[in-house]
């Protein structure tokens, strides 16, 4: 008996440790797109979990993936579906694919300055503009000035999700400025009148974003949660989460179903993105 006593507190003794060493360790790396919806859900977990710390840094998707096979991050936050060869490296680094998880829906936009006349574009507009075929704002029909270029840096997933989908695998025109964060997009547009950028739906404010068409035949369609879930506006994507199935566990699991919880799907909207219908949570 008390054998069986001492075995069973050395059983609650190892899960309690287990359980500390989970909290305060929780890190999540990667898209910038989701930097801010998730330090938002990190900051309204940790004020209901005091003794867990959730830290949150950006870098990219590219780079999330690239923690999440190091090892050196828990969550690879990710604007974009991991791809064949990060699988591939992450089998290699921890002998399974990582668990993907769905965590709120983005209706990519297209910013320009608010002084610009332009209040819509065709794909087949945007895929001229960012390869550099267009160059000059009157060829869509705006004023004449030559189209200042913002674009993201290679290892982020709305740079990847954007060439594949509006440029069709073409590259940016050479012209584009390159910057670190959707932010600083934004910010550049802002501050330049002639700009035009693209970035995660939360960031709008300080540009416009543009109503978008399909093709020439197609209507305008505003980026609101109505377009984004049905899929009529043309730039929609879900936004990801990525794990290791062995830290799918404890404090990671609960966290991760707290994100797509009522609660956690309440701040997606709150933040500026689209809770995922109910349908795709347990996806």
Not at 159 to 179: M, V
Not at 258 to 276: A, C, N
Request: aromatic share 10%; charged share 25%.
């Amino acid at each position: 008996m008390k054998s069986t006593i001492g075995k069973l507190a050395l059983v609650a003794a190892l899960f309690a440790t287990t359980a500390e060493a989970w909290a305060g360790t929780i890190t999540a790396k990667g898209s910038d797109t989701l930097v801010i919806l998730a330090q938002k859900w990190a900051e309204v977990y940790m004020g209901k979990h005091p003794g867990t710390k959730i830290q949150v840094t950006g870098g990219g998707s590219g780079t999330g993936f690239a923690a999440l096979q190091n090892k050196t991050t828990d969550l690879a936050n990710a604007s974009r579906k991991i791809k064949p060869k990060e699988i591939e490296a992450c089998v290699k680094a921890f002998g399974r694919k990582p668990t993907e998880y769905k965590v709120a829906l983005d209706g990519l936009s297209v910013y320009v300055n608010k002084e610009n006349s332009l209040n819509e574009l065709s794909v087949e507009q945007l895929e001229g503009i960012f390869t550099g075929r267009t160059r000059n704002w009157k060829e869509v029909g705006g004023k004449d000035a030559p189209i200042v270029l913002y674009s993201r840096e290679n290892s982020s997933g709305t740079y990847e999700f954007f060439k594949e989908n509006i440029l069709r695998g073409r590259d940016f025109a050479a012209s584009a400025q390159t910057l670190q964060g959707t932010a600083q997009v934004l910010q550049s547009v802002a501050s330049e009148k002639n700009g035009i950028g693209y970035g995660g739906a939360a960031y709008g404010g300080s540009a416009k974003a543009l109503k978008i068409k399909k093709d020439d035949s197609s209507p305008a369609i505003e980026a609101n949660e109505e377009t984004v879930v049905k899929g009529t506006y043309p730039i929609w994507r879900f936004l990801y989460i990525y794990v290791n199935p062995a830290l799918d566990k404890n404090e990671v699991a609960t966290y991760l179903n707290w994100i797509r919880s009522d609660e956690g799907q309440k701040l997606v909207k709150d933040v500026g993105y689209y809770p995922l219908p109910k349908q795709w949570r347990a996806d």
